[in-house]
């Protein structure tokens, strides 16, 4: 208010009438208009300059009342009519420059900083794959990669049954890639035939060891598209077994639904190969796929693995449990083993164990770990 009083008194003193409601009219457009921009002018000032509303209202308020005082010391002139005008015109233009340059800038700063925001994480990640992608030949031989497994726990038992095998990147400056990270990367060219080799060949040994050392454990895999186009795939996971004395029957391959639909005659042949040497055959993450259904007809499957996005909530999620209850009958009437993924709560736990769930997997049971880790918990389990 007193604002608008000290903006009003330099046009109450202007005696000719319509200079005056000009005047007026103008101050109070210009004023509009600064209040307009003044959120904008206010996100500015507090990302850009880091201020908060406090600073800009006392910027605010010395650029008023310096306009105030700059006004009425020109109305101090009695014959400053004509001026009044010019004066009027010139805060209405510069009211409206501000506004527009607070609501244009924070728009075009916008922009500029999503842009580069964008570029920068473009720049950052293909420099970082770059990188990555082309140091994956050399860490298979040079022994990068780590195996770690997860257990798949019987409910009724609590005991382990197998153990999926994850393959871990350790970078030497302590930094971590995503395994799902670099398996992508390694997906785009022919470098995950080695490194899948690499995984069937170290974790059969490790399986040796353990049937070795008396524990009953089966093995999951994960395998790729390109894995299933390599013919000799079958003969090289056969020698693998026999080399480690494992039974065919205590190795399941897990496959996704995305990697089969685009090279079905190729992989529908490698897999009933596999499956005739002995190997189960497992549908990973099952329902995120857009054909499920069509898979489960079509592929030589021996076990499906409910995905973890449906595991979890399952207990308050009315859908979840739904769905996670109509894969277990689906999969069951099918004669498949089915497996949830992710399980994070005993509640979780207890719910599938109710629902004739053959396997758990998840945080809730055990993380997977080293295999000199697993080694313990096998011999803390007997
Ligand atoms: P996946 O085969 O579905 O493996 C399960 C993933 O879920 C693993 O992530 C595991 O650490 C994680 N997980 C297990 N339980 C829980 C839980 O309770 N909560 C949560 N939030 N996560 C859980 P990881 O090891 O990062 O692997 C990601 C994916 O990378 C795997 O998904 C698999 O598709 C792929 N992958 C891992 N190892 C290999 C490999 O040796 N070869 C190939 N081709 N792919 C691999
Ligand atoms: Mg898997
Ligand atoms: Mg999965």
């Known amino acids: 208010m007193p604002y608008i009083v000290l903006f009003a008194h330099p046009f109450l003193s202007v005696h000719n009438k319509m200079i005056k409601t000009i005047s007026i009219t103008f101050t109070l457009i210009g004023i509009v208009l600064l ?51 010019v004066v009027a015109i010139i805060l209405l233009g510069g009211s409206v420059f501000v506004a527009l340059v607070m609501k244009f800038s924070l728009r075009s700063i916008n922009k500029i900083r999503d842009i580069t925001r964008l570029e920068h994480h473009h720049a950052l990640l293909d420099e970082r794959n770059r990188t990555l992608l082309a140091r994956l030949p050399l860490a298979i031989t040079e022994n990068e990669f780590e195996l770690h497994y997860q257990p798949l726990i019987d409910p009724t038992t609590k005991s382990i049954h197998s153990v999926e095998c994850l393959i871990r990147w350790p970078q030497t400056d302590g930094s971590a890639v995503a395994t799902s990270d670099f398996i992508h990367l390694a997906e785009q060219s022919h470098v995950i035939v080695d490194i899948t080799r690499w995984v069937i060949s170290t974790s059969l040994k490790q399986l040796g060891l353990w049937h070795a050392n008396g524990h009953k454990l089966a093995l999951q895999i994960n395998i790729s598209t390109r894995d299933l186009n390599e013919l000799d795939l079958v003969s090289y996971i056969s020698k693998h077994l026999h080399s480690n004395k494992i039974k065919p029957s205590d190795l399941t391959l ?63 999620n009315k859908k979840h449990m739904a769905i ?46 080293p295999a000199e880790k697993l080694d313990q918990w096998l011999n803390q389990a007997r």
Request: charged content about 15%.
């Open 35 to 85: 209040a307009q921009a003044l959120k904008p002018a206010y996100s500015i000032c507090k990302r850009e300059l880091n201020w908060g509303w406090r600073s800009l209202v006392i910027l605010i308020s010395l650029f008023i009342v310096g306009y105030g005082v700059m006004i009425t010391a020109l109305y101090q002139s009695p014959n400053a009519d004509a001026f009044d005008l």
């Open 324 to 369: 996670v209850q109509s894969t277990l009958d689906l999969g069951i009437k099918m004669g498949l083993d089915v497996i949830a993924e992710g399980v994070e709560n005993a509640q979780q736990a207890q719910l599938l164990k109710q629902m004739n769930c053959a396997l758990l997997q998840g945080y809730y049971l055990a993380k997977p770990m």
């Open 254 to 316: 897990e496959i996704t639904e995305n990697q089969v639909i685009n090279h079905q005659t190729e992989c529908f042949k490698i897999l009933q190969q596999l499956r005739h040497l002995g190997v189960g055959i497992s549908l990973d993450d099952f329902g995120t796929g857009y054909s499920s259904m069509t898979w489960l007809n079509q592929l030589p499957l021996t076990q499906i693995k409910i995905d973890r996005s449906f595991v979890i909530g399952m207990e308050h």
